[in-house]
């Protein structure tokens, strides 16, 4: 992807949720492979924590950090497949103001490369909430490095061209 070396490189605030019911920090493999990529691509991260497979447990931590005025955007890891604790694009619909159907599109066809059908099962997906982005990306360490790796390494990085989420991150709020 092509970045633009003669424009300034702008950090992102980026908060991490694990959602899992099984993980704790010791074991939340996912979560310490992003936050090394986010502090590797010299993002800032925000916060960083676990939460259990609860929609409005999820719904109600996700509405802290938007509100939060320190994050600018929110990467989540878990609970995107199919069974019935897998809650949390439920969650998103419960915050978003806006849908960004692109980014589950793109991850998995990006994700077909790698595991085949299988990437069917996976709801990967992305909201604007209250101008704070929202990147929902499955549990495992692969598809969080899929994720990062292709997709948002890329549009977290303000010289990446011909466009990129950050350039939009201040007109987000407006009506």
Not at 27 to 35: H, K, N, P, R, V
Not at 47 to 52: K, T, V, W
């Amino acid at each position: 992807m092509p970045i633009d070396e003669s424009r300034t490189f702008k950090p992102v605030r980026i908060a991490l949720l694990t959602v899992s019911d099984t993980r704790t920090s010791a074991d939340d493999t996912s979560g310490d492979i992003l936050a090394r990529r986010i502090a590797d691509a010299g993002h800032e991260l925000a916060d960083r924590d676990i939460s259990r497979d609860d929609v409005n447990q999820l719904a109600a931590h996700l509405h802290r950090w938007i509100d939060d005025e320190q994050i600018d955007c929110v990467i989540t890891t878990g609970g995107t497949g199919l069974t019935g604790r897998d809650v949390t694009p439920e969650a998103l619909d419960k915050v978003k103001s806006k849908d960004i159907p692109g980014f589950g599109e793109l991850f998995r066809w990006i994700s077909y490369e790698t595991i085949g059908t299988s990437t069917v099962q996976s709801r990967a997906c992305a909201v604007l909430a209250r101008g704070t982005y929202i990147f929902a990306l499955p549990g495992s360490n692969g598809a969080v490095k899929d994720g990062w790796d292709r997709i948002l390494a890329h549009q977290l990085d303000s010289r990446h061209r011909p466009c990129n989420f950050v350039e939009l991150m201040p007109r987000l709020r407006e009506r």
